[in-house]
Nanobody, 123 residues
Framework: QVQLVESGGGLVQAGGSLRLSCAAS????????MGWFRQAPGKERDFVAS????????NYADSVKGRFTISRDNAKNTLYLHMDNVKPEDTAIYSC????????????????WGQGTQVTVSS
């Protein structure tokens, strides 16, 4: 069983930056497509970004393209989401997920999930 643990969330002002991390257990991290999703109260869980096992292929939701960057360090079993120019509408619980067996933009495609970390953007 793979464990995913997010960290780095917190309170940030609009226009600011922060970096989320997702630490993975196990020896298969480098074989997993990984993704970030977010969910605000009363809203659906939305796709944010995904990254291929070798880190070359990335995909972003239109709402974050140009502002967020997904990356990974396979030697450290860690996934990252760097967030620049954050907006109040970015406020949500951010979760990492891995081991895709289908479309990376769909949460149903992922086998493993972290517990999430809260990001709150103030105006």
């Amino acid at each position: 069983q793979v464990q995913l643990v997010e960290s780095g969330g917190g309170l940030v002002q609009a226009g600011g930056s922060l970096r989320l991390s997702c630490a993975a257990s196990g020896d298969a991290f480098s074989t997993y497509t990984m993704g970030w999703f977010r969910q605000a109260p009363g809203k659906e869980r939305d796709f944010v970004a995904s990254i291929s096992p070798n880190g070359i292929g990335t995909n972003y939701a239109d709402s974050v393209k140009g502002r967020f960057t997904i990356s990974r360090d396979n030697a450290k079993n860690t996934l990252y989401l760097h967030m620049d120019n954050v907006k109040p509408e970015d406020t949500a619980i951010y979760s990492c997920a891995g081991d895709v067996r289908g479309w990376p933009t769909r949460p149903q495609s992922y086998r493993y999930w972290g517990q999430g970390t809260q990001v709150t953007v103030s105006s």
